[in-house]
Every structure is written in structure tokens, then in C-alpha cells.
């Protein structure tokens, strides 16, 4: 069946503007992850969602970070007042639960330049 | 506060056993090693996870040391296609969050 899907896969955005973000998870899937990679760098946790539970939101980096999920389905990840250290891949995930054996499935990701 | 360590890097030879090693010497027994694996341009790939015995799929085996200090990641016959960056993570079993460290780049050469 269809994997993660992550849109745009490109964008390109002048600073101080505002982007979305925007990932399909796997139908059925339960968690959604995402994640940022800068250049060169690994992966780093930004923010989980679990069913109907409060998400944990302890890696975004600033107040200027938001994402929600609607419906238990698709995610938004917005970043307001866009700088140029935003510039990054963002990595959506999901996955069936978190039990071992639940493997996350990963999209191909929204490479973001912050000009 | 890393978990685990890996080599920054290896060569193999395409169509040899490329064996991958971790270090995690302060795991937990209720910490699994999951292997995930970043081709270039792509999301991270799954590859296997386990706890203590050794596990084998159809991508690669799993050998976990008897004190599960360490692991080894082995890609039974390398292809060119398996050059990637192999993420080694230890994960608790009540965690969600997978943490990824700088991994091992690989490089499978003709």
C-alpha cells in the first residue's frame, strides 16, 4: 500500500515568511512522528502524536513551531517568521503503535531553504 | 548523553558480508537495539530490532553479545544499493521516541 507522503517535497521561502508542512501518515497508522535534519547532522525529534492523547511537543525548538494532527490522520507542521536556521529536511513518520516490532515508516521528507 | 556508539565510517566489498558493530554498555534489560538505516535523499529505512537473542530477516542478522553491551548489524551479501547511513538505536519498551545518533556510514565499493 502507499507509504508516508510528504508535501511539497521541495520549498523554497523567503525569511520571516510562514510555511506548512504537510504529511499523510499510513492508514490505521496511530503514531506520527516529526522529525528535522539539518545538513550533514542526524535526525532530531520534534514532536509525537498518539491517538487521541496530548502530543508531546518537547523537541520543537521555538514558540515559532506548531503541528497538529486532524481527524487522527493528517499532520500540519507550521514554522512562522521563518530564519535561516530552520533550513533543514523535516521528516514525517508514523507507525501502528510503539511496541517493539512496530516498526516507523518513514516519508521521504520536505527539504525547507529559508532564503 | 549518546546510548550507543558506532564507527563514523566503513568501506565493503560489493557481494561480501558487511558487519556492522555498536557499542551500547549501558543498556537497560528493558532496552531494545532497533537498526535503521538512510539512503541518500531518503526517510530512514527499518531494518530489524532486538532484544537479546539473535534475530534474522530478509534484509539482515542481528547478533546481540550475551551481556548486551554490543551488537552487530551484518548485511549478509553487500550490494551497492546498501550504501547508506546505519543508524544503531537503543530504545526502551515503553519509549516512543527513536533517537538517532551519527550512525556509520557505509560505502559498499564495486
Known amino acids: 500500500g502507499a507509504g508516508v507522503s510528504q508535501s511539497p517535497s521541495n520549498k523554497v521561502t523567503e525569511k520571516g515568511k510562514d510555511v506548512e508542512l504537510r504529511c499523510d501518515p499510513i492508514?490505521?497508522?496511530?503514531?506520527l512522528y516529526w522529525y528535522r535534519q539539518s545538513l550533514g547532522q542526524g535526525l532530531e525529534f520534534l514532536i509525537y502524536?498518539?491517538?487521541?492523547?496530548?502530543?508531546?511537543k518537547s523537541g520543537l525548538p521555538s514558540d515559532r513551531f506548531s503541528a497538529e494532527r486532524t481527524g487522527g490522520s493528517v499532520s500540519t507542521l507550521t514554522i512562522q517568521r521563518t530564519q535561516q536556521e530552520d533550513s533543514a529536511v523535516y521528516l514525517c513518520a508514523s507507525s501502528a503503535g510503539t511496541a517493539p516490532g512496530t516498526e516507523a515508516f518513514f516519508g521521504q521528507g520536505t527539504r525547507l531553504t529559508v532564503v | 548523553d549518546a546510548k550507543t556508539t558506532q564507527p563514523t565510517s566503513m568501506d565493503c566489498a560489493e557481494g561480501r558480508a558487511a558487519n556492522l558493530p555498536c557499542n551500547h554498555s549501558?543498556?537497560?534489560?528493558?532496552?531494545?537495539v532497533y537498526w535503521y538505516r538512510q539512503i541518500h535523499s531518503q526517510g530512514p529505512q527499518y531494518i530489524i530490532h532486538g532484544l537479546k537473542n539473535n534475530e534474522t530477516n530478509e534484509m539482515a542478522s542481528l547478533i546481540i553479545t550475551e551481556d548486551r553491551k554490543s551488537s552487530t548489524l551484518i548485511l549478509p551479501h553487500a550490494t551497492l544499493r546498501d550504501t547508506a547511513v546505519y543508524y544503531c538505536i537503543v530504545r526502551a519498551i515503553n519509549d516512543y521516541k527513536l533517537s538517532f545518533g551519527a550512525g556509520t556510514t557505509v560505502t559498499v565499493r564495486a
Open positions: 549501558t543498556i537497560s534489560g528493558n532496552e531494545y
Open positions: 492508514s490505521g497508522h496511530t503514531a
Open positions: 502524536f498518539q491517538g487521541n492523547s496530548a502530543p508531546d
